[in-house]
């Protein structure tokens, strides 16, 4: 039976990680800053999107190979 919860360690994380990324981008558009500011932590954000899928990508690798 412990077979069939191998997927699921992995699915959680991308589940934390999508839920977290949400969350971030829902916290920049409420908060009480300027446009112009909220606009710049955004396109930082986006710079790191890349990067972030990279090593998503790499974590499922792992996850899946175990």
């Known amino acids: 039976m412990a077979d069939n ?10 589940g934390v990680l999508v839920g977290s990324a949400i969350g971030a981008v829902a916290g ?10 909220t606009r710049r932590i955004l396109q930082k954000s986006a710079r790191a999107l890349p990067e ?3 090593d998503l990508t790499t974590t499922m690798q792992l996850q899946a190979d175990r």
């Open 52 to 54: 972030l899928a990279e």
């Open 28 to 37: 920049l558009l409420v908060a009480p800053r300027s446009g112009k500011e």
């Open 5 to 14: 919860n191998n997927g699921n360690g992995g699915l959680f994380f991308v």
